[in-house]
């Protein structure tokens, strides 16, 4: 029945709804357009809602239509490129085991949006979202070894980044006190 | 560092997030109890991301909730075979939600009561009876599938408050929204009892009426299924009476 249907859709897709926002934030760059993001993304999945197999991970699978749909819409649109979807050539950046003592929201902001968006997105996957390796594998379409090729190098990348931003406000921040 | 510190931390994140084979995360966990240097790292790294996780956070999401369901039930009326279903479902659905009613005596005692009701929630801002968030963002979503002009207003909105006002012998559905700078309300009002056949619900989307007025920075609206000149009646009167409150109230939003 299509209220049963309904019903079902609820309560294993669209339960998702607030993750899938924050993801479509980063991907859109602002509300009004990620939320039409997700609102195509939803109508996607309700029209191929009867080909998901009850129990199997519904989450990792929103997510895709997610990437999928806002990798279409920027080809249509005209952007320069659209998601890159494969892995990044390795950067020559030391391994950054450390992660600062103090941070401000601002500095965490900053720092997280100075990575590739490739970056920002499995971060945002596996440590925001909370994503297992293998769904965020899912969710980009890509090997589960690239997801966490890409993940170590993104971690890194951004508690260095963090690093060097507090560097950058410190005489600031002294002055301040 | 010595070696098997950076070894421990070269596995902390994937530690986090229970990732590692059970050998490499007993080993993980074994050097975390004797080495207080990658134990404070790891604290650090927890509270990184749940600083991320509060920095990003996406905010309210039932006006797009809301959204959500009507483009679904549009998807559906699309289909022909289940219109007349779909359509009777959403308005009786939304209505049972909304507006549990008693029958009115009269189509002009029942504006005196819609437009009281209507100017207690919106003018005095009393709200007598909460109702669930899901339960109004549901009955939104589905009267927003009937009528475009709701699911333009719903776009980017935030749901401030969803109600029941009791008043007189009915009760009133109400929902209030922010959007921008601006307030929509809607009150869902249910005529079946006074005059219709329960058949006309189906038939199409005619089966529930819609009438809107704006003013400067408010919006309202009326749905009900009551037959279109007793709905006229009704709308005209109680959203001019409505808007005019408004437009005299000091320090409205």
């Keep these: 029945m299509a209220s049963d249907r309904l019903s079902a859709f609820r309560s294993e897709a669209l339960v998702h709804l607030p993750e899938l926002v924050r993801v479509a934030l980063r991907l859109a760059g602002d509300r009004s357009d990620a939320d039409d993001l997700v609102q195509e993304t939803f109508l996607q999945a309700w029209r191929s809602f009867d080909r998901f197999a009850p129990g199997t991970n519904c989450r990792a699978w929103l997510f895709r239509i997610l990437i999928l749909v806002a990798h279409g819409q920027r080809r249509r649109n005209g952007r320069a490129r659209g998601l890159a979807l494969d892995d990044l050539p390795d950067a020559a950046v030391a391994v950054e085991d450390h992660t600062p003592d103090y941070f401000t929201r601002e500095h965490l902001l900053v720092a997280f949006h100075s990575l590739a968006e490739e970056q920002r997105l499995v971060v945002q996957l596996a440590d925001v979202e909370g994503l297992r390796y293998r769904e965020v594998a899912e969710a980009l379409g890509i090997p589960v070894g690239t997801v966490m090729s890409r993940l170590s190098r993104a971690r890194s990348l951004l508690r260095r980044r963090l690093a060097e931003r507090l560097q950058a406000t410190a005489p600031a921040a002294r002055g301040a006190r | ?253």
């Design chain 2, 1 to 253: 560092m010595s070696p098997e510190c950076g070894r421990a931390l070269g596995l902390l994140d994937s530690y986090l997030c229970d990732e590692l084979p059970s050998p490499e995360g007993a080993s993980v966990r074994e050097h975390l109890a004797g080495c207080a240097a990658c134990a404070s790292e790891i604290q650090r790294r927890l509270r990184l991301r749940a600083e991320l996780r509060n920095a990003l956070d996406g905010g309210d999401v039932l006006a797009l909730e809301a959204r959500i369901l009507a483009g679904i039930a549009v998807e559906g009326r699309r289909r022909r075979a289940i219109v007349l279903g779909a359509a009777a479902a959403a308005a009786l659905v939304a209505l049972a939600v909304l507006v549990p009613s008693t029958p009115p005596s009269s189509a002009s005692s029942l504006y005196d009561e819609a437009r009281d009701a209507h100017l207690m929630c919106a003018v005095r801002a009393s709200y007598p009876s909460p109702l669930r968030p899901e339960l109004a963002a549901e009955g939104l979503g589905r009267y927003a599938s009937l009528w475009p002009a709701v699911a333009a207003e719903l776009h980017a909105a935030t749901l401030l408050s969803a109600h029941v006002c009791p008043h007189g012998s009915r009760s009133y559905g109400h929902v209030v929204l922010r959007k921008g700078e601006h307030l929509v309300s809607v009150l869902a009002t249910d005529g079946r009892p006074l005059s219709l056949p329960r058949a006309t619900l189906g038939q199409d989307r005619d089966g529930v009426r819609l009438s809107a007025a704006t003013s400067d920075g408010y919006a309202a609206f009326v749905l009900s299924d009551l037959d279109s000149r007793v709905h006229s009646t009704i709308s005209e009167a109680m959203l001019a009476s409505v808007l005019r409150a408004l437009a005299a109230r000091p320090g409205r939003p």
